[in-house]
């Protein structure tokens, strides 16, 4: 059987970088996938409502993500509204994002030092920034630098994505209650870059980009890695576990392919787990053997703990500014401008954290009001129409506290489609969330007052989670008797193992967390090149 | 939970598991339903034409737009509904019947004025049953070539070379 030298599991954000880094640095990389590609050939982003089966109101357009034999999970003593994301396709959460592409500040990444919670990481902002500013110049950003301490910026931005009306309206209001608006930095191109033509702004980046001007893993890093010829993907191959030999180090996976149905295993030097922070680690917590009976890397039971993500709720206003106005085309690239956190300019709080904002990424094909409007007939319809090109929506990203007692663990009597026993979510919010979320919902609410409009909210009925974005659950960290990983995204344990995705971090910030991601993989692609000449891999 | 759903969660804060799941799905994904050939498959022919009664006096024909009479609702509601869970079935079963029931000793409209009555806060299943038809009207209607196109002139889901931002003094 051919030994591969690094087997990357997983294909979204985190695979991507690592398969691209590690085959242009002359490694045989073997990358498998639990979904199957869906090329833009399939996708049904510029469908309209009414050329689909249900309108597209059952989720026909984003259905091919989400094939159902692997994306079971059972929730357990989670708050209402929790929820995981269970994309599996090839490029992961990359094929079905918006793209914000935030850095971590470096007050992010210490906050046991700084605020008195959670953990520090292992590493600081200046050994994170060059790989931030490598992914960004490989994937292309727009935005620019809008000199925030809050919000860091890279040297080489892609122009920023022209305003909206009801965005420059945010703007002014936010201004004088000391809310900044800035460009929204994200990997959408709004000019030629890499060989892939700029943004047509028909608002459909969720449902897939049929031009690839948003940034993908198949279309921007898979090429890339096959181009060195020395990259090889097994898609529909669904990683049951990670077997070892009798010292403990990670030999082989052991996966399903979802055509045939059979098991086979790949064997490698190195093993990159990139399968987001569900998965992953479900797979560890899968691969149990006499050397890890807990599960791979587990000894001191902290795979699956520290579950965390961003918390988060919506607000819809109708500008009176705008109400009756010509509609106008407001697709565009969905979010043009983002709030960045602002509570730490102002006084002292009894809480950690806080809150951005995201803008306008929701579509503005169907007229959510109509949902909320009481009454109907001709009125009704006309009101519809009259507050339609006022639309301002403001989506509020909070940040949550990691907490050794929110976790993701396997049902072994419970499997999926191939045997496999699924993940089970255990999640409740914190005291800390709970006031960051009464300072945020009393802010957000004065804001929409003062932008003065019709104001549908749902901060009032309590946080939504994780918005896609979750984190934690293998994490890296100083300390060993709390963390599985070190600053490299490697195993204490298992020399030759490492996870690069959103399951390494040791904290959340209110920031969205895919460059962070991008830039620990491409960090910890780095550190196995290195290691691997060194013949310590 | 689709990625979208969670977002919804954060929209909307309605959603808390797949609304999705049990209901029969079409095979034939992306072909465009088709109400010239339309055959009923939850309502009778009565059904049918109450529930297009009420749907229209719901959103009605003005000097602006067709209505929801003649966006065809009622047959994309009757489309949702046959592959719906059985208990939204029976809701609509029950709710027709009793809308049919309201309007022989008034009107539809009457009838219908009456189950609106309370629509903040529905606790009869008259009530429940405005919020759910209401719901559908909008649904079907805004998704509709008359509800995108007339009525809300939508000028997207198009290809642009350049997007035109604002540059209105006023909102500076």
């Known amino acids: ?537 | 939970m689709k990625r979208r759903q969670a977002i919804k969660i954060v929209t909307l804060g309605a959603l808390a598991a797949s609304a999705t799941e049990g209901i029969v799905t079409r095979v034939a994904e992306g072909c465009a339903w088709a109400p010239g050939d339309y055959r009923l498959a939850f309502f009778s022919e009565e059904d049918n034409r109450l529930v297009d009664e009420l749907m229209e006096i719901i959103i009605p024909a003005d000097a602006h737009s067709p209505g929801a009479h003649a966006a065809q609702v009622s047959l994309f509601a009757d489309m949702m509904i046959s592959t719906s869970h059985a208990a939204e079935q029976r809701q609509w079963r029950q709710g027709i019947q009793a809308m049919r029931d309201e309007a022989s000793r008034s009107s539809a409209a009457q009838a219908l004025a009456k189950a609106a009555a309370s629509e903040s806060h529905p606790e009869a299943d008259l009530d429940r049953f405005f919020v759910a038809l209401k719901r559908m009207t909008v649904d079907g209607y805004y998704t509709s070539e008359i509800g995108i196109h007339q009525d809300l002139n939508y000028q997207g889901n198009t290809y642009l070379s350049a997007f035109p931002g604002c540059d209105h003094a006023e909102h500076e």
């Not at chain 1, 985190?14 to 085959?23: D, I, P, Q, R, S």
């Open chain 1, 1 to 537: 059987m051919r030994t591969y030298d690094v087997c990357v599991i997983g294909s979204g954000a985190a695979g991507g970088v690592m398969a691209k880094e590690l085959c242009e640095g002359g490694a045989e990389v073997i990358m498998l996938e639990a979904g199957e590609e869906v090329p833009p050939s399939r996708f049904l982003s510029h469908k309209w409502p009414y050329e689909l089966p249900y309108r597209g109101l059952r989720d026909e357009k984003q259905a091919p993500f989400y094939p159902k034999d692997i994306s079971a999970v059972r929730y357990q003593d989670t708050d209402s509204g929790i929820g995981v994301d269970r994309v599996r396709v090839l490029g992961g959460r990359t094929l079905h994002w918006n793209a914000v592409t935030l850095r971590y500040a470096p007050s992010d990444l210490r906050e046991r030092s700084l605020a008195g919670v959670e953990e520090d990481w292992p590493l600081s902002y200046e050994e994170l920034e060059p790989w931030y500013e490598h992914i960004e110049q490989t994937i292309g950003v727009c935005g620019q630098d809008d000199h925030l301490e809050i919000l860091p910026a890279g040297r080489h931005y892609l122009p920023p994505l022209p305003w909206r009306c009801s965005e420059r309206i945010l703007a002014r209001v936010g201004k004088s209650m000391g809310v900044p608006v800035i460009p929204v930095r994200k990997a959408v191109l709004t000019v030629p870059y890499d060989q892939r033509p700029p943004c047509h702004y028909c608002g459909h980046c969720m449902d897939g980009c049929d031009v690839s001007s948003i940034f993908t893993t198949p279309d921007c890093m898979l090429p890339k890695a096959r181009a060195t010829g020395r990259f090889t993907l097994r898609q529909n191959a669904v990683a049951r576990e990670i077997l070892t030999d009798s010292s403990g180090r990670a030999q082989a996976v052991s996966f399903i392919d979802r055509t045939t149905r059979r098991e086979e295993q790949v064997r490698a030097r190195v093993f990159a787990v990139c399968c987001a922070t569900i998965e992953s680690a479900r797979l560890l917590l899968n691969s149990k053997s006499p050397q890890h009976p807990d599960g791979l890397g587990n000894s001191n039971g902290v795979v699956g703990h520290y579950l965390h993500g961003h918390i988060g709720g919506g607000v819809s206003i109708y500008l009176d500014e705008l109400a009756g106005t010509k509609p106008v085309n407001q697709d565009g690239a969905t979010d043009h401008v983002y709030v960045p956190r602002y509570n730490q300019l102002s006084g002292k709080r009894d809480y950690a954290g806080g809150w951005g904002i995201q803008v306008n990424f929701d579509s503005y094909m169907f007229p959510d009001q109509a949902q909320h409007l009481a009454g109907y007939g001709a009125a009704f319809k006309a009101k519809v129409r009259r507050l339609q090109p006022g639309y301002l929506f403001l989506g509020t990203f909070c940040k949550a506290l990691s907490s050794p007692g929110n976790y993701v663990t396997v049902d072994s009597h419970q499997t999926d489609a191939y045997g496999i026993p699924i993940p089970v979510i255990h999640y409740r919010l914190g005291e800390n969330d709970r006031a960051l979320w009464r300072d945020q919902t009393a802010n957000v609410q004065e804001l929409a007052a003062r932008l003065r409009g019709t104001v549908f909210s749902n901060l009032e009925s309590g946080p939504g989670g994780f918005a896609s974005h979750e984190v934690g659950t293998i994490r890296m960290g100083n300390d060993p008797r709390t963390s599985a990983l070190n600053g490299f995204c490697q195993s204490r344990e298992v020399k030759n193992l490492f996870v690069t995705d959103g399951s390494a971090f040791t904290t959340s910030s209110e920031k969205n967390p895919t460059l962070t991601i991008m830039a620990l993989s491409a960090r910890a692609a780095d550190y196995i090149k290195r290691q691997r000449k060194l013949g310590a891999l």
